[in-house]
Each structure stands twice: as structure tokens, then as C-alpha cells.
């Protein structure tokens, strides 16, 4: 790869000593982000079982409508990140987020509780009453509230835990990698509690008052999130970092015909931080030798595209080397990115097939009957107990015999994910081909085959969140700036997004290639048993095999980890001093910089 350039990252202020942030914070925002995914996960969990028992909607339609909402959730992360940023910031983003939640999932309380919202039952197994347009527009229209509350609450969650600490200390830095892990465990905590006894409340009591406890929840959690308002760290919003990035690809466009070998390095324009910026302790980005075409953005070719103030008169023709880096940050993730959304890919199924294998299986252990909401159980549960046996046993047990820290790089995490996906698939056409072929044998629409074979597939989409999600997440956060914190996480979300839309395409692709001609289509009806799910699945294991293959040899070389770079203080500016040096070459697993000297302020 040519980007084998140093990327240098400057400290404008020491390390903050206020009393505010750390910890303390932290209890409320992950108190607030636990029930918010409680009650959003009490309706996510068993959407798929709402929408094909209450409105009557066959596979295919069942499959669309819960992938496009999921999708539309995550990619509504966007416009989230950019109100926060540019307008409320991140507090007032996720109470405004929490709001819009609590009123969406007050309006899927009433069609729950209001028959008229709804079409009649169908008990039977075809020929169901189909709901009309207008109950549809108010059942789309809570799931629209959702997605807006979930588009405002999750690219900010992640970004304004992460401000409460001082990532320019060591110990930041320890306790923000913690967080993360913690961020996941907390919330996965709450989806235990919602995925048994709120999911069998709304499958086996009453829908209605099954709605009503995730309702309370956002109400406590928007309680729990005001309560902790004097313990925050707020930063102000400093302006959309994406339209930065549009005003750096057109006037890098503008100046695409210039030559940069013709210009010295005092021809790039590189203003100081303005004090907004330094009050809100952004790191400056120095310039690097990757992606060189975008430096012409930056490029002053003229002494009159600047002001009196030495500002550039037209923002879109000429921007700052921070501006610049800003957006080679961006695009040196998509990598690891795209991995990630194949990774996902797998990860996706159990939500939408896995539920509808689920409904068609013998859910009775003696006289007790299993919710198939209840199979998340195992993704929650397998991901969790990861994460303990991580954080509490693997990386104690670790720093006392090797005496350092032995935490497992992002690479192999990344890459165990993958593995994980593959294993999913398999395993989950497996037991699919044996549930078929009981429930034919049987000729019986609900197969005798036990729910409990669908554990093992639901296990192992847990451990791709455990290895995978996680890792990703983590990656997004520290190799973006801390102004784009809130991209970040946007883009985290994002992935699911991406991964959601191309789940419906493919499912859709798929179902009109098989269907037709007398042959059994892989999928579609109402009718597992009339599909061949099972080649779905395969089909997905072989492009998450793929995935595997891309990521081993082009992504996973886009991740720096492991090799420790000593920088000391010769070569190093009167009053500055580096905290960083992010390498991006080919062949280095890892990179860790440390520095020697103190942060020094002139």
C-alpha cells in the first residue's frame, strides 16, 4: 500500500482536570442506554413474531418490512450525526432521540391494545385476512417514530460516553477500550431481561401489556439520562464534519489539474486551531502522503483566496490540511468497513429466518411453551458470557503470567468473527434441512423437531457481535479524530444498514430466480416447509467465506496494532509535542506509539 506515511497528532491543551466525566458519568449514560435497549429490543426481538401473527403477513413480507425498518433505524444514524454536530449536540440528540422513541413505542402500544388497528386473527395456516392500508400507515408510522428515535440516540451513545474520558492520558485510553466492552455488556444485560420476561408477557399473556413495559422503560431511562446532567462533559457542536468533506472533494476537484510537485509545503494552507476548536480539545491533523489527490484541496494558489483575516473566501475552493486529513481518515476505514458488513451478513438471518424456523417447530418442553422471541437468548447470552470471560478472567489471568497487556488485537477478533458467520450459515442450514424434512415426513406445517436445534445457530451469531461487532466498533471510534466521534458511530450504524438493505436484495434476487418453472423456490409463502431455506443459508456461508478470504488479504492490512514505535523529543518542535503516529503500511499488524516527553504548552 503507498500510504507508508506518518500521520502526526498535536495536543492544544493538557489533560482537562475537571471533576466531571470518567466513570462517575458513565453509570448514567449506560443506565440510560441499557433501558433504551431494553425497550427497543422488547419490540426488535419479536417484531418478526408481531407482524406474522398480528397482521397476518406472509414470509416474504414479514422479511421486508422488519429489514427495511432495521436498515432505515441504522441509516438514520446519519442524519443524527449531523444534527448533533451541527446543531443540538450529542446530549440534546439523545434525549430528543429518547422522546421520539417513547412516543413511537406508545403508538405500537395502541395497535396492540385497539383490535380495530389490526386485521382479525387468522388461526389457519393460509388464506389470512390482509391488513388494510390505513392500519398498515399507523403501524409504519410508530416504526417511522422508532427509527427516527434510534437514528438521533445511537451514533451519539456510543460518542458521548467516550467524551467523558481523556483519551491524550494512558489511562483514558485504558478505561475508553473498557468502556466498549462494557457499553456491550450493559445493554446485553438489559436484552436478557427484555427477551424472557418481556417477550413472554407479549407471546404468551398479552401484547398490549407487553408494549407497556418497554413504554415505562424509555420513560426511565430519559429519568435516569436527566439525573446525571451535572456529571457530563459536554462539547459544543463544531459544524457537520460531512460537509467539510464535500467542500474538500470539490475543490479538489476544482484543482484536479495541478501539479503538487510544483508547490512547496508552505503552500498548503494550514491554519492554528480556532479557540472553539481548542476549547473543545480537538487534536490537529497534520498532513500525510496518502491519498495525495485530495491534497489539492488545500492547495493556495492564489494570495486572494484568502480574507483580511486570513480566511479563505470561498470555502469550497479552498479548505485546511485538517480538513483534508479529516477525510482520508474516512476513507482509509472502508476497508475493514466493507468486511464488516459481510461479516454482519450472517448476523442478519437469525432475526428474519431464524424467527420464522422458529414459529414453525415444536416450541413445548413439557407443558411450558417456549416464545421463539426466546431464541435471541442464546445470541445475548453467548455474547455476554464472552465478554466476561474476557474482561474478567482472560486479561487478569494474562497481565499476571505474561506481565502485559495480552488483549486480542482487532485483526484476530475481526477475523474469529468471520469464522463464526461461516459456522452460523452451516450450522443453520443444517438443522433447517432436518426440520423440512420431519415436518414432510410428518406432513405437519409445524415441524416436530424441537426450537431447542436452533440454539446452537443463534450461539454462534452471538460470538460474530462478541468478536466481530465489537472490534468494529472499537476500530471506527479510535481510528477516526475525536471531532468525528459522532461519524463514528454513525457509521458503525451505518454497517448494519448497509448489511439490512443488501439482506432484502439478496432475499429478493434470490426468491425471483428460484420461483417459477414448477421448481421449489428457496424462499417465499407462508409455508417453510414449501422452501428450500437451507440453500439460502449455504449460499450465505460461501460469501461470508469470501469475506474471509478479502479480509485476510486486502482489510486486515488497513489495521495497525502490536509493533511499538519510541518517539523521543529530538526532531520535535519548541512547545509541541506528538501524542501520536498512526502507520497504515501493508505488512504491519500493529503499531503502538509511545512518547516520551511530556505534553508541553508554549
Known sequence: MEDQSLSMEQHPLPPSTSRRGGWRAIKYILGNESFEKLAAMSLIGNITVYLRTQYNMGGMLVVNVVTIWSATQNGSCLVGAFLSDTVLGRFLTLLCGTFSSLLGMGMVTLTAGVPQLRPPICDGQSQCIQPQRWQLGILFSSLG???????????????????????????????????????????SIALLIALTGV??????????????????????????????????????????????????ISAAFRKRKLNLEEFSEV??????????????????????????????????????????RGMPVNNWLLCSVHQVEQ?????????????????????????TFGMLQAIQMDKTIGHFKIPPGWMTLA???????????????????????????????????????????????????????????????????????????????????????????VAVMEYLTVQLPQSMRSVAGAIFFLTFTVTNYLSSLIVN????????????????????????????????????????????????????????????GEGVEEGLQLESISISPRNFDSCEIKVDEETRIP
Open 145 to 187: 417514530l422508532l427509527a427516527l428515535g434510534a437514528g438521533l440516540v445511537r451514533p451519539c451513545n456510543i460518542a458521548f460516553g467516550a467524551d467523558q474520558f481523556d483519551t491524550r492520558t494512558e489511562k483514558g485510553k485504558k478505561q475508553l477500550e473498557s468502556f466498549f466492552n462494557w457499553w456491550y455488556f450493559s445493554f
Open 199 to 248: 417477550v413472554y408477557v407479549e407471546t404468551n399473556i398479552s401484547w398490549m401489556i407487553g408494549f407497556i413495559i418497554p413504554t415505562a422503560c424509555l420513560a426511565f431511562s430519559i429519568t435516569i439520562f436527566m439525573m446525571g446532567r451535572h456529571t457530563y462533559i459536554y462539547k459544543k457542536p463544531q459544524g457537520s464534519v460531512f460537509t467539510d468533506m464535500f467542500r474538500v
Open 267 to 308: 503552500s498548503f494552507f494550514d491554519p492554528p486551531l480556532n479557540e472553539e476548536q481548542l476549547e473543545q480539545q480537538t487534536v490537529k491533523l497534520f498532513r500525510t502522503e496518502r491519498l495525495k489527490c485530495l491534497d489539492k484541496a488545500a492547495l493556495m494558489v492564489d494570495p486572494s483566496e484568502l480574507d483580511a
Open 327 to 351: 477525510l482520508k481518515c474516512l476513507i482509509g476505514i472502508i476497508p475493514v468497513w466493507v468486511s464488516g458488513i459481510g461479516c454482519l451478513l450472517s448476523l442478519d438471518q437469525q432475526n
Open 379 to 469: 445470541t445475548m447470552m453467548s455474547l455476554t458470557t464472552w465478554i466476561l470471560l474476557y474482561e474478567r478472567i482472560y486479561i487478569p489471568k494474562a497481565r499476571k503470567i505474561l506481565k502485559w497487556d495480552a488483549r486480542i488485537n482487532m485483526s484476530h477478533r475481526i477475523r474469529t468473527g468471520i469464522i463464526m458467520s461461516i459456522l452460523c450459515m452451516l450450522v443453520a442450514g443444517t438443522v433447517e434441512t432436518r426440520r423440512r424434512d420431519v415436518a414432510l415426513k410428518h406432513n405437519s406445517f409445524t415441524s416436530p423437531l424441537s426450537i431447542l436445534y436452533l440454539l446452537p445457530q443463534f450461539a454462534l451469531s452471538g460470538l460474530i457481535e462478541a468478536f466481530a461487532a
Open 509 to 568: 434476487i434470490i426468491h425471483n430466480i428460484t420461483s417459477g418453472n414448477g421448481k421449489t423456490p428457496w424462499l417465499g409463502g407462508h409455508d417453510l416447509n414449501k422452501n428450500r431455506l437451507e440453500y439460502y443459508y449455504f449460499m450465505i456461508a460461501s460469501l461470508s467465506a469470501i469475506n474471509f478470504i478479502y479480509f485476510t488479504f486486502v482489510a486486515s492490512d488497513y489495521i495497525s496494532c502490536g509493533q511499538s514505535i519510541n518517539i523521543g
